[in-house]
């Protein structure tokens, strides 16, 4: 027996599923971020992650209290994830 080999095939063709139309969807969503990064206070959140960075490049450092910091000043989970790949850069398997 070969693992992740399958035996039994199906000749019919799969039927096609179509795929939602999430384009108001996603134009609300970026309208909902423009209207939290405005009303959030930027300095607070820079200094959140200035301070965030700092502790990523400290390897003894714990990260949690920052990051959460972060997150209270209103930090979005793409300002927070932008602050750890500048630090430790991206995974590329291979």
Known sequence: MVVGVNEY????PM???????YTALAAAQRARLVAARRARKAKVVKGALA???AAAR????????????AVRARATV????????R????????
């Open 51 to 53: 301070a965030l960075d």
């Open 78 to 85: 793409g300002d927070i994830s932008d602050v750890l790949r």
């Open 9 to 12: 095939l199906v000749e019919e």
């Open 87 to 94: 630090v430790w850069g991206e995974y590329r398997p291979g």
């Open 15 to 21: 039927a096609s599923v179509p795929a939602p139309d």
């Open 58 to 69: 400290d390897a003894a450092a714990p990260l949690m209290e920052p990051m959460l910091d």
